[in-house]
């Protein structure tokens, strides 16, 4: 006798086929704007040039203005972004290129406006002149409410930040890792997702990379929503957690520790209550199982 079908059957690796199709084409996306980022780590303080061919320039800044936003804008190279005690903004960064021509070719602009600072390189008109990469070492204050990080081809790290401060953060291809978001959107087309989030609204998306987080406390008013194609999904969550679960997994386990009032259950999904069931949590995956557990 002939098994029978099931549409999960049949659009799962359809789903699949489409989430390599995006990774091939951000590839070929970052191979057409030529970063030429090579992937190491960079030391503020070394001289201009080495025994490889490239070169490169270093600088820091610091703005003793007061600040609500921090906007960093990369296309290729890491960026890390890191509390500290001091009420300033302190930018250090470390540009590279094949040439010192061509090292001359792009700068790094820090521009004030308003009570946002924006940071990002900019790079000469001509579309040959668009390669070179960008490391940022960028110290922010705990008067700082918001981070918003889009990067192209590099790891965006956000640690030790002040308390409660909401953030976006984007990569095409690179990890993000971050801690104490109070609002989280946070998306990577080729990379893992790290957070730990104190509330707010969480909003995380990846197309090839997992998802692991720790929600430390949600309140009426705020979500978690989360969806990757092919990742797995691990959350950690405190031990009040209130909330409606939704949990979806095309072609992966669910698994979730805390009491549930369920509401359905079938191979591939899973839905309920946590307490009264007052925050909306949800988590979809395609290829990937999805875990819920409880914090010790």
């Known amino acids: 006798m002939k098994s029978r079908r099931t549409w999960v059957d049949v659009i799962g690796p359809i789903l699949g086929l489409a989430a390599v199709g995006m990774v091939v084409f951000s590839l070929v996306y970052l191979l057409s704007i030529r970063p030429f980022y090579r992937g190491g780590s960079y030391d503020i ?8 061919g490239w070169v490169r320039a270093e600088g820091t800044e610091t703005f003793s203005e007061a600040f609500d936003t921090l906007v960093v804008r990369n296309v290729s190279g890491p960026v890390h972004v890191e509390g500290w005690s001091e009420s300033s903004i302190r930018v250090s960064w ?15 602009r820090m521009q004030p ?9 900019i790079y000469g008109p001509m579309p040959g002149t668009q390669f070179g990469s ?3 070492e960028i110290r922010i204050p705990s008067s700082l409410s918001a981070v918003r990080v889009k990067n192209t081809s590099g790891r965006i790290l956000l ?11 984007e990569t095409v291809s690179g990890s ?31 197309t090839s990379g997992r998802v692991k987080g720790e929600i430390l406390a949600l309140a009426g008013g705020d979500s978690v929503e989360i969806d990757s194609i092919s990742g797995s999904v691990e959350l950690e969550a405190f031990g009040g957690l209130d909330a ?35 925050v909306p949590l949800k988590v979809k995956t ?7 557990q409880r914090m010790d």
């Open 45 to 52: 303080g070394r001289s201009i040039g080495n025994a490889s």
């Open 94 to 108: 470390v540009k590279e290129a094949r040439s010192e021509s061509t090292l001359e070719e792009f700068e790094i």
């Open 113 to 121: 406006s308003g009570r946002t600072l924006e940071v990002q390189p």
């Open 134 to 136: 960008v490391s940022f």
């Open 159 to 169: 640690e030790n930040l002040p308390a409660d401060i909401d953030q976006e953060l």
């Open 176 to 206: 993000i890792e971050t801690e104490r978001a109070a609002g989280l959107r946070a998306k990577s087309v080729s990379g893992s997702v790290d957070f730990v989030s104190t509330g707010g609204r969480i909003g995380v998306n990846t």
């Open 244 to 278: 409606a679960v939704t949990l979806q997994s095309v072609s992966g386990s669910i698994s979730c520790d805390f009491p549930l009032q369920v509401s359905e259950q079938r191979r591939n999904r899973l839905e309920g209550s946590i307490g009264g069931g007052s």
């Open 286 to 292: 395609v290829s990937g199982r999805i875990r819920l």
